[in-house]
């Protein structure tokens, strides 16, 4: 039997056999404004519940911000969590250079935000025992790193750091509004266990968000399309009857 952890989306467990595998590496990923950071949220809350800390990296806002959000979408106190070490947040953006510089500054660069993204993970997880970790997002990271090999060797890395710490994490990924794939740089999704994809879809005038399990190992999973609702208790999906 294959360990599984819940989700924390309503009515998902039962389409992946139980919920994500124990220690693997998913991908969510969609669009702007698809329910990413509300999949993770409640991903990181349905942990707290089972007292499995959590540990949220963001790469690309603020941890004010972020939390706003996050009890702004479900009245979660976080603050409470965070002081009884069940959540922890932490912003790493990489620092753009204000003018052109060389191959090999913007190199080191490269290496000296890899370097500190693992550093803070390791530090992240250890510091609250984390059992659930969040990188939001992997986009960023493969916009800063432009080479296609080292963005996978770096990403590879980060991957394989996460399993061997045990922890059972979630990358998301932002789609362009142009593109039908299933991330920014086109790599993240090969090395991962398991691809969620959200999306709006146009429906009677309004436009609905639906769920799409796009590859999930060791799971036989539901191939169909679930419409999801964002409500204060977190994301739930819609029994179509």
């Given at each position: 039997m294959v360990e599984r952890i819940a989700t924390g989306v309503a009515g998902l467990d039962s389409k992946l056999q139980g919920g994500f595998f124990k220690t693997s590496v998913n991908l969510v990923t969609g669009k702007t404004g698809t329910g990413k950071s509300a999949f993770c949220a409640s991903f990181l809350y349905a942990g707290v519940q089972k007292k499995e800390p959590g540990f949220y990296l963001t790469t690309e806002e603020r941890?004010?911000?972020?939390?706003?959000?996050?009890?702004?979408?479900?009245?979660?106190?976080?603050?409470?969590?965070?002081?009884?070490?069940?959540?922890k947040f932490l912003s790493i953006k990489p620092v753009f250079p204000g003018k052109r510089i060389s191959t090999d500054e913007m190199n080191r660069l490269i290496k000296l935000y890899v370097y500190d993204i693992a550093e803070k993970l390791d530090q992240g997880i250890r510091a609250?025992?984390?059992?659930?970790?969040?990188?939001?997002?992997?986009?960023?990271?493969?916009?800063?790193?432009?080479?296609?090999?080292?963005?996978?060797?770096?990403?590879?890395?980060?991957v394989e750091k996460l399993k061997n710490m045990g922890v059972t994490a979630i990358f998301t990924g932002t789609v362009p509004e142009t593109s039908e794939g299933l991330s920014g740089g086109g790599i993240i999704e090969y090395l991962v266990d398991g691809v969620i994809k959200l999306d709006f879809v146009p429906v009677a005038e309004e436009f609905k968000r639906t769920l799409t399990i796009r590859k999930m190992r060791r799971t036989d999973h539901s191939v169909l399309i679930h419409p999801f609702d964002i409500g204060k208790a977190g994301l739930r999906l819609v029994e179509i009857k």
């Open positions: 941890e004010e911000d972020i939390k706003a959000d996050i009890e702004s979408m479900f009245g979660w106190d976080l603050a409470a969590l965070e002081q009884r070490k069940l959540l609250v025992k984390a059992r659930r970790v969040v990188i939001d997002s992997v986009s960023l990271i493969e916009m800063f790193i432009k080479d296609e090999y080292l963005s996978r060797t770096v990403l590879m890395h980060l």
